[in-house]
């Protein structure tokens, strides 16, 4: 049986390019194999860079290692892809010293999706440049109340990005003091920062798991230290920016953590399986003011035990989702709730836990279009910003179960499916749950199988983007975005980058109302947010998609001037 796995997420940026990269297919008869050749330089109008290790990716590629090739940049930093299959294909490189890009991408953070590079049978695409971005860095010094260095402080450098529509606190790199309380956060990429500090007492172990920092440290004592944000406040929203910049070093971010007592959070875990207070069980709290989070960083936790009761001592202020967690008889229990700790102590805390729901169901597809279902992964996501979400790939007959999912209203995805192929139809039982939501909040809700239904025909629209002066607007980023009662579905938004002649192709859309619209600069996952969208809503072009339909559209992109 498979296992419900949580699924971060993730995303990009576009940049504009030259409207037309020269291509050469005039020597004699055409292969049928294309070619991408360029060098790559040290930013816009450097020197050439060696050893640069290239990775070309088609994007139409099912599996995300086929189609792909790489080469090393030579001496004169000039690279060769040699009889490579027409299509699309996103070209990336990789060097100590510079940013990880695509081709296309603007050097800040947080980055973008590159221009898209579209080739064609016997197609020789020359003279690509490919400027590279210098990492920044940012270095400086903690120290404690008398001035003396504080050892293995976790440092982070945080910045804003979009999370299901709102915007956030999020780690982009890290670092720990030395002996001297120095740190240095390195590959970073231009742009501006938060620097957060959080004393830990003693790290035991660090580890990166995607762009998650999972950090073990010693328990915190009576009075420690609370986290403090560059200069020196425990409000986020208080903290004063560092701007780094592409080759350069900021000194002097220096940091004094003052002690702080800790206060305590008492409380009691209710299992609503029975209608008692909870006998056993863990309970721990989890920062919540940044995504993702540092899981493990030893913010509290504690034993339930008696009546349910638990207590949580030497407890640092700020803002937190304290997690109640019970295994029994193979079934998981859990609930949460919000929390604000100040400067005294929390009594009273009530956190209610439920047994995690099992989802069984099954995917099937109308008529006879043929789909290797166990490619495809249904994912269900929480409507609220906390906890992931959970999926599981399919079996070959389409069947699949998730364990232990908490109560929660959550939204349904599958991912995976050819372009051809839409998710048409889901149903609860007896409910339609496709646009209502998937309502776990109780066990009831969740009797009878969940039923999906794919179908074939799903719309495509393709067309160019252009800019002021009406010349192919290379590396726009276009976004299809629902109708506003259907905005709070990830699913159906759709986005891509035109390529190098301004062309861009959105497939695998459902049937419906959309906007489309095409920025030149655009931070990813910002369009779903309403607040950020509204200013454009007249910029968008109105496109109805009928099932089976294909479109074509001519964009005026919104430059990027436009966008901030």
Sequence with gaps: ???????????????????????????????????????????????????????????????????????????????????????????????????????????????????????????????????LTPTAVITGRVVDEDNEPLVDVAVQALRYTYHRGRRQLTSARMAVTNDRGEFRIHNLGPGRYYISATYTAGIRSIATLGERTIIAGQPIPEQSYAPIYYPGTIDSTEASEVAAVAGAEVRGIDIKLVPTPAVRVRGRVINTATGRPARSGTVFLMPRDVTPFMEGAPQGRGSVHGEGEFEIPAVMPGSYALVAELFGQGERYSGHVLLEVGKTNLEGVTVIISRGLPVTGKVRVEGNTPVSLNELTIEIEPRGPFPAGYGTQLAADGSFTLQGIPPDAYRIRLSGTPGDIYLRAARLGDREVLEAGLDLSHAESASGPLELLLASGAGRLEGVVLDERQNPASGAQVVLIPESSRRDQSALYKNTTADQNGHFTLSGIAPGEYKVFAWEDVETGAYQDADFLRPYEGRGEACKIDRGSAKSLQLQVIPAEAAR
Excluded at 8 to 24: R, S, Y
Excluded at 118 to 123: A, K, M, S
Aim: hydrophobic share 35%; net charge positive; no cysteine.
């Design 1 to 131: 049986m498979k296992t419900a796995l949580r699924f971060p997420a993730l995303f990009l940026l576009a940049i504009p390019l030259a409207a037309q990269i020269p291509t050469d297919n005039s020597s004699g008869k055409p292969s049928e194999k294309a070619s991408i050749e360029g060098v790559v330089k040290a930013g816009p109008g450097g020197e050439p860079l060696r050893k640069v290790r290239l990775t070309l990716r088609q994007v139409d590629g099912r599996d995300p290692v086929f189609g792909t090739a790489g080469a090393i940049t030579d001496a004169e930093g000039h690279f060769l892809f040699k009889d490579i299959e027409p299509g699309r294909y996103h070209l990336r490189a990789d060097r100590n010293g510079y940013l990880s890009q695509d081709y296309g991408q603007r050097g800040r953070t947080p980055p973008g999706p590159g221009t898209m590079l579209t080739v064609e049978r016997g197609q020789r695409l020359r003279d690509i440049v490919f400027p």
